[in-house]
């Protein structure tokens, strides 16, 4: 296939990017290089005679009309976005922007350019979206359950509440103009690649340079973590098989309270990197964020039994890989920590 990865300079969209190519499709990455995005992230196939890169704004429909026009893909895969919890309560109007009227604007592109195209029955829209669009559930998973496909929508923050506006917008298109399209939902992702602004990055950084970890309220929230590359293996197996108008929930299978996220890690880095003192002595227990969920957890039988997908690596491998990636990657994420708001308190409303 011939796929348009919108975000592709991101950290979920580069594992996409990363994949594709290696999977042998021709991938047209368009990104914006906002604050988040790194080109070094797909460096590894910047040279590859089937990859193409596109500076352009999802908000601009003008650049998003040349790009359709001329690479002309079988698929749009939608992974750009702003995701930053904590910057959305700082910043709410930069989330709507991009995540509710980017998405109308690449929505209307793909349509035209569909239409255009005489309807091809074979492309897709596929948009990537979260599971933080459900809202919070409660802290027992035997009473509580798990965030299933038809789970009602319920957003806490200014970012899920635009990333649901985004779903909704994607489902009306479908219902209404006919466009062939699928959505995902998933859990908290990790692995290498990830801005340095995110909890598990932030905690093996600031674990070796010596600083407290922080860690939100008491670090009773529990979060369902998805390793990065089983994610994109995911993606890629829904815009191949999934059903047109189909949604798929995708998890890690690993839900965890933060601090005992944050204690795995310190205890990586006590093998790895061993100190003077246990890393966990730098725990520091901080403000929480107003509205803070408590707890994700993603039922995945649907993608499971509809398309034979599972997450291949465990919460203590994955940890394991993305510690590792970050001691060996220091020419990566040390410019990164220059950047705007990164190393900061944000979200304290």
């Known amino acids: 296939m011939k796929l348009l990865v919108t975000g592709g300079a991101g950290f979920i969209g580069s594992a996409v990017v990363r994949q594709a190519i290696a999977a042998g499709h021709d991938v047209i990455n368009l990104d914006a290089l906002t604050y988040a995005a790194c080109l070094e992230n797909v460096a590894g196939v910047a040279d590859h005679p089937r990859y193409h890169f596109e500076r352009a704004d999802i908000r601009d429909r003008a650049a998003l009309d040349r790009i359709l026009a001329q690479h002309r893909p079988d698929a749009v895969m939608h992974l750009a976005a702003e995701s930053h919890v904590d910057r959305s309560i700082d910043g709410p109007g930069t989330f709507i922007e991009t995540n509710v009227l980017g998405t109308f604007h690449l929505l209307e592109a793909a349509r035209a350019y569909w239409t255009g195209q005489g309807r091809p029955g074979a492309f897709r829209f596929h948009h990537i979206s979260t599971d933080e669009v459900f809202g919070s559930l409660g802290p027992d998973p035997k009473t509580d359950g798990q965030f299933t496909e038809s789970t009602p929508y319920d957003p806490r923050s200014p970012y899920s509440a635009s990333k649901a506006g985004s779903d909704h917008l994607v489902r009306a298109w479908h219902e209404t103009y006919g466009l062939p399209v699928v959505l995902t939902n998933c ?105 803070h969920d408590l707890r994700y957890a993603i039922e995945p039988t649907r993608i499971r039994e509809e398309l034979g997908w599972r997450p291949s690596v465990t919460l203590q491998d994955g940890l394991e890989r993305t510690v590792t990636w970050y001691l060996a990657n220091e020419d990566w994420w040390q410019p990164l920590l220059n950047r705007q708001g990164v190393g900061q308190r944000l979200g304290t409303g």
């Open 187 to 291: 859990s908290n992702n990790y692995g290498p690649y990830h801005f340095p602004e995110k909890l598990i990055p932030v905690v093996i950084l600031n674990a070796i340079s010596g600083q407290p970890i922080p860690v939100y309220g008491v670090g009773e929230n529990v979060r369902d973590w998805l390793y990065v590359e089983d994610h994109a293996d995911a993606l890629l197996t829904v815009i191949g098989r999934g059903q047109v108008g189909r949604s798929y929930n995708i998890g890690g299978e690993n839900e965890v309270r933060n601090i005992d996220l944050v204690r795995m890690i310190c205890a990586i880095l006590d093998r790895v990197r061993p100190q003077d003192r246990p890393y966990a002595d730098q725990i520091a227990f901080v403000t929480d964020r107003p509205g």
